[in-house]
T-cell receptor, first 115, second 114 residues
Framework: GAGVSQSPSNKVTEKGKDVELRCDPI?????LYWYRQSLGQGLEFLIY????????KSGLPSDRFSAERTGGSVSTLTIQRTQQEDSAVYLC?????????????FGSGTQLSVL | AQSVSQHNHHVILSEAASLELGCNYS??????LFWYVQYPGQHLQLLLK??????LVKGIKGFEAEFIKSKFSFNLRKPSVQWSDTAEYFC????????????FGQGTTLQVKP
């Protein structure tokens, strides 16, 4: 597609429910990154994929968080048993390769609200 | 711990004023440095980056940033801001990895009054 697409744009859920957030990167981009932005905070790294592999999952806050990427394209971030502190904007970005000087292309994010 | 700090959280300027936003990082090795900007209602986008060479880099819309290795800093500057520069600005650092993973600062909200 023309840009990084994320869905849904907004998600309201009840505490304890599971949610899935989707990211569709730019076609041909091999690297995909998930970040989280909480109110008043910067972007917090969660995980990145190179192809379908996730070499760095160090930012996932707990074992309730997981992510996968299939076909080297779409990625899904799953949060199980959501908590109120999970409320944030979840941003996805992609880049053509996974090089240290590369530009990241960001999606518009998913605003997650846990009631 | 490795981190990126932006000291100004909210800056208010009048049009034509000069801008300098601070960014410091804590890491002693090789770094690649970025500034990203998010205009109201838009995606985060790259403003400029430093990879190697001249430590003074120029980006879009008249912005520039200077990498001062001895100060672990990468401050963003613009001589004369416009109302359209109202946005949130994020400093980001690639801390010596061979990947595209970035560590971001907390962000600075810039409000330019017409």
């Amino acid at each position: 597609g023309a840009g990084v697409s994320q869905s849904p744009s907004n998600k309201v859920t009840e505490k304890g429910k599971d949610v899935e957030l989707r990211c569709d990167p730019i076609s041909g981009h091999t690297a995909l990154y998930w970040y989280r932005q909480s109110l008043g905070q910067g972007l917090e790294f969660l995980i990145y994929f190179q192809g379908n592999s996730a070499p760095d999952k160090s930012g996932l806050p707990s074992d309730r968080f997981s992510a996968e990427r299939t076909g080297g394209s779409v990625s899904t971030l799953t949060i199980q048993r959501t908590q109120q502190e999970d409320s944030a904007v979840y941003l996805c970005a992609s880049s053509l390769y996974n090089l240290p000087n590369e530009k990241l292309f960001f999606g518009s994010g998913t605003q997650l609200s846990v009631l | 711990a490795q981190s990126v700090s932006q000291h100004n959280h909210h800056v208010i300027l009048s049009e034509a004023a000069s801008l300098e936003l601070g960014c410091n990082y804590s890491y002693g090795g090789t770094v690649n440095l970025f500034w990203y900007v998010q205009y109201p209602g838009q995606h985060l986008q790259l403003l400029l980056k430093y990879f190697s060479g001249d430590p003074l880099v120029k980006g879009i819309k008249g912005f520039e940033a200077e990498f001062i290795k001895s100060k672990f800093s990468f401050n963003l500057r613009k001589p004369s801001v416009q109302w359209s520069d109202t946005a949130e600005y994020f400093c980001a650092v690639n801390l010596g990895t061979n990947t595209g993973k970035l560590i971001f600062g907390q962000g600075t909200t810039l409000q330019v009054k017409p």
